[in-house]
Structure formats: structure tokens, C-alpha cells
């Protein structure tokens, strides 16, 4: 991936992303950003049975976070790592952009269900569409 200076990794539920997307940006004067989005929810939260929902929201969300820097660090790898809520394709947009970044790091899984080949990979198509850079896609799914 030569020629990009700042990347940017959308990670999803795998880990695998990320390795593949470290690997990728291997040259050592990139700057890399990695991008965690969860989505906000909107339902009831009252019916769970947690008292305050944003603190265990956040810690889990946190906690992804610390496990994606020690993933990179065990790849000999520094990263700045951001946890968004909200819109997912839009946060990752919205990020690369204010990281100004040269390139998008996502993955996309290589075996579909049919209700996912029939609905397509939205999030992935919505940020290819409206991204303010390439995007590079990986396969997230190991297997």
C-alpha cells in the first residue's frame, strides 16, 4: 500500500480485519486510525434490568477498543483507535474525513447467507458509494 500516508480500519466483529489491514499498511511512516462503530440503540432499555445502560454500553465498547490497540501491539504496531455511536456508515465516513485519510481498510464477508446476498452488504456499499477515498476491502471472516 504504498503511496498512502494515513489509513483508515473500519473494524466490525472480527479481529481479522484489523490484522489483515496492519499487515496491509505495513510501510512504517503510515499513520493508522482504526474506527470501532456501534450502533445506537433505541429501544427500551428500561426492561433489561440494568440501571444505567450507558456505563455498560461504554465498557463494552471500551473494552474493544483496549483489545484492538493490543492486538496492534502485538503486531508491532501503534494505532489511534476511536469508538463512534451512531450511524455506521456514516461514522466511518465522517472519520476518515476528519483523519484525512488516504485509504479505508473494511471487510466484507466471503461466504453469505441468501438474505444477506439478497439485501447486499449495506454498510459496506453506503461507505464505497460515499467514501472521500478509495476503499480497500479484506475478508473479515476467517475460515
Do not use: H
Request: with cysteine; aromatic share 4%.
Amino acid at each position: 500500500m504504498k503511496g498512502y500516508r494515513k489509513v483508515l480500519i473500519a473494524v466490525n466483529g472480527s479481529k481479522n480485519v484489523l490484522v489483515q489491514g496492519l499487515q496491509l499498511a505495513n510501510d512504517e511512516k503510515c499513520w493508522i486510525t482504526v474506527v470501532k462503530v456501534i450502533p445506537s440503540y433505541e429501544g427500551d432499555l428500561n426492561l433489561t434490568g440494568i440501571k444505567n445502560i450507558e456505563d455498560a454500553l461504554n465498557s463494552g465498547g471500551e473494552k474493544a477498543v483496549s483489545e484492538l490497540k493490543g492486538l496492534a501491539e502485538s503486531e508491532g504496531r501503534f494505532i489511534k483507535a476511536r469508538l463512534e455511536e451512531g450511524d455506521v456508515p456514516a461514522k466511518i465516513i465522517e472519520a476518515a474525513e476528519e483523519e484525512r485519510c488516504d485509504v479505508i481498510i473494511m471487510g466484507s464477508r466471503k461466504n453469505k447467507n441468501w438474505i444477506s446476498k439478497l439485501l447486499g452488504d449495506n454498510v459496506l456499499e453506503k461507505v464505497i458509494r460515499q467514501a472521500p477515498c478509495p476503499v480497500f476491502v479484506v475478508n473479515a471472516w476467517e475460515g
